[in-house]
């Protein structure tokens, strides 16, 4: 268990091994080296955009990527995916089910302040 109140829960084992298994989600990540939108995924992997909409659900879903909104003066507000996690372990548990734990980069402060802030609106 985290010691991190705010840290995501792991995801079901099941969801993160059906992400692993799918060819476009694995391109995705080898190729999310900074966020991008979905359109700009669909383009750099070569994938159609209704197709890299669906795969970053899924690894969303995982706890693999992370999504942000990219609040824009036009009032017309995009998210923005990034990779959210540097190491996936899989492991037997004492009842011998397969068990996950996500190894998550380090937050910078103002990064713990933003997650803080937006814990404490989900709760308002």
Known sequence: MS?????????????????LDDDDCRRI????????TASEVSDT????????YRKLELLS?????????????????????????????IDLDDDRDLDVRVERPEQSPEE??????EEVRKET
């Open 29 to 36: 990540i080898r190729r999310l080296d900074e966020s991008m």
């Open 61 to 89: 879903e995982a706890s693999l990527v992370d999504e942000e909104v990219e609040v824009r003066s036009d009032g017309h507000h995009t998210t923005r995916y990034l990779l959210d996690f540097e190491t996936v372990h």
């Open 112 to 117: 713990r302040v933003a997650t803080l802030w």
């Open 45 to 52: 992997c070569d994938i159609p955009r209704s197709t890299a």
């Open 3 to 19: 010691s991190n109140p705010f840290a995501p829960e792991e995801p079901d084992v099941e969801v993160v091994l059906d992400a």
